[in-house]
């Protein structure tokens, strides 16, 4: 009787902590892909400040290069420094490489 008290608090551990892990998935965004990357970190620094940063896989190569030209424009209305072309360059390839395919 002892034996199965226990086994079913041990149970009942494992499932909160279970929900709670569900739970914080749920509100995290996904991880960013090399997420320790100079360019990830560079990415996150200079497109993660107004809005969390989208993960590169949320749209294809060809939008990343639309997106990037449409947020210079708000960076810009912001008075924030623009995005020099190393860091642009940067950023892009960033991106690309992460890209979704549709
Ligand atoms: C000055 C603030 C600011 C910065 C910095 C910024 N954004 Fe944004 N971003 C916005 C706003 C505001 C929106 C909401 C959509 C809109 O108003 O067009 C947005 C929306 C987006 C979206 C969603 C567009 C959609 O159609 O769903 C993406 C993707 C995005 N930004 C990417 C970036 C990237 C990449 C960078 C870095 C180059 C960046 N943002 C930097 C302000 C910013």
Known sequence: MRASQSASRISRVALALALL?????G???????DAASPDAQLYV??????????????????????QV???EVKIQAA??????????ESILEYLKRNAGTE
């Open 79 to 88: 008075g924030m420094p623009a995005l020099t072309s190393d860091e642009r």
């Open 27 to 33: 509100c995290k965004p996904a991880a960013l892909p």
């Open 45 to 66: 620094s200079r497109c993660g400040n107004c809005h969390a940063p989208y993960n590169p896989h949320e749209m294809t190569a060809a939008m990343w290069d639309t």
């Open 21 to 25: 892990t569900i739970v914080a998935a």
């Open 69 to 71: 030209t449409m947020m």
